[in-house]
């Protein structure tokens, strides 16, 4: 059983350009979260994704959009890139919380390094 | 406001030492409170996770607890290991069948030295 997986593993990008990023779930997750977490800070959250639509979103400008895709995986991608954009995002994959309960639980991918020169 | 509190924020041991890192809580209606471990570069990967009548959980050499009265949790590491030198970040999930919110606590930044 594949775990939540993660491309690529490390990008380096101008000031300025356009990024993709790709996360594949967990088998029989169905929601995927992002989240960007700088060096030696704790994970920002970014939005979430389940049923191809953005069900949540945190405090994160309109360059950071994304997409989920009908087998659940789902792209993040970031326009006209900024030095602070430099971090490590991660994605998470977790069930639909409905069916979760008190049990409910993130799967994180290895991540992506970006960095932003 | 929901917020996680994590202490200390960095904590330096001899390997074979125990240790303790501390997580408190101000949120609501509390789900479960999670531990991971997050190695530099890496993902977080889960050690412990406790919903609101569990008081105790253990995995290998992990012990979390949980006061959900206090609103405290702990993470009990036993005969430290070098290769547990990481980042122990507590999570806690808020919400219901309505929708949850996750909240993660900065992290406590452990390292283990020979």
């Known amino acids: 059983d594949a775990g939540v997986t993660q491309s690529p593993t490390h990008l380096i990008k101008t000031r300025g350009q356009q990024v993709t990023l790709r996360c594949s779930p967990k088998s029989g997750h169905d929601t995927v979260s992002w989240y960007q977490q700088a060096l030696g800070q704790g994970p920002q959250f970014i939005f979430q994704?389940?049923?191809?639509?953005?069900?949540q979103r945190g405090n994160f400008p309109d360059r950071f959009s994304g997409h989920q895709f009908p087998n659940y995986s789902s792209e993040l991608n970031v326009n006209a890139l900024l030095l602070g954009d430099s971090a490590l995002y991660l994605c998470?994959?977790?069930?639909?919380?409905?069916?979760?309960?008190?049990?409910?639980?993130?799967?994180f991918g290895p991540g992506t390094r970006l960095t932003v020169t | 406001k929901n917020q996680v509190e994590q202490s200390p924020q960095s904590l330096i041991i001899l390997e074979g030492k125990n240790c303790t890192l501390q997580c408190n809580y101000t949120v609501s209606p509390f789900s479960n409170l999670r531990w991971y471990k997050q190695d530099t570069g890496r993902g977080p990967v889960s050690l412990t996770i406790?919903?609101?009548?569990?008081n105790t959980k253990s995995n290998g050499r992990y012990t979390a607890t949980l006061d959900a009265d206090t609103k405290q949790s702990s993470l009990h590491i036993t005969a430290s290991q070098l290769s547990d030198s990481a980042s122990y970040i507590c999570v806690v999930s808020a919400g219901n069948t309505g929708g949850f919110k996750t909240i993660f606590g900065a992290g406590t930044r452990l390292f283990v030295k020979a």
């Open positions: 998470a994959s977790s069930l639909e919380v409905a069916e979760q309960g008190s049990s409910y639980e993130q799967y």
């Open positions: 994704y389940y049923e191809e639509e953005e069900r």
């Open positions: 406790m919903t609101f009548s569990e």
